[in-house]
Nanobody, 116 residues
Framework: QVQLVESGGGLVQAGGSLRLSCAAS????????MAWFRQAPGKERDFVAS?????YYADSVKGRFTISRDNAKNTVYLQMNNLKPEDTAIYYC????????????WGQGTQVTVSS
C-alpha cells in the first residue's frame, strides 16, 4: 500500500512563492508517475503537473511552477513562483504505479491561499 503525505501549503501574497512536498511511503515502483492536482472551491479537481522521466504542466502554470522528484527520498516537490489569487486551492499529490494505470493513490491535500 502506498501512502502520500503533502506539506508546505500556506498563505502567501500575490507574487510570492511556496514549495510543496509530497513524501511517498510503501512500494511506489520504479515506473511510477507522480503528479500534483488542485481543487478550488466549487470547482473540479484539475491537473497541475506530473513527472516521470519528463515533466508536464497545465498551461495555467507553465513558466511559474516547477515539479521535481527525489527518488532516493521518494519525494516529489512543486515549486510555485509568481503566485496569483487564482492559484488558491487545495493541492493534492497523486501517484500512478505505471502508465497502464490511473492515479490510484492520493494524499490528503494541502491548502494554498494567495491573497491579492
Amino acid at each position: 500500500q502506498v501512502q502520500l503525505v503533502e506539506s508546505g501549503g500556506g498563505l502567501v501574497q500575490a507574487g510570492g512563492s511556496l514549495r510543496l512536498s509530497c513524501a511517498a511511503s510503501g512500494h511506489t515502483g520504479s515506473s511510477s508517475i507522480m503528479a500534483w492536482f488542485r481543487q478550488a472551491p466549487g470547482k473540479e479537481r484539475d491537473f497541475v503537473a506530473s513527472i516521470d522521466w519528463n515533466s508536464y504542466y497545465a498551461d495555467s502554470v507553465k513558466g511559474r511552477f516547477t515539479i521535481s522528484r527525489d527518488n532516493a527520498k521518494n519525494t516529489v516537490y512543486l515549486q510555485m513562483n509568481n503566485l496569483k489569487p487564482e492559484d488558491t486551492a487545495i493541492y493534492y499529490c497523486a501517484l500512478r504505479p505505471n502508465r497502464a494505470s490511473g492515479y490510484d493513490y492520493w494524499g490528503q491535500g494541502t491548502q494554498v491561499t494567495v491573497s491579492s
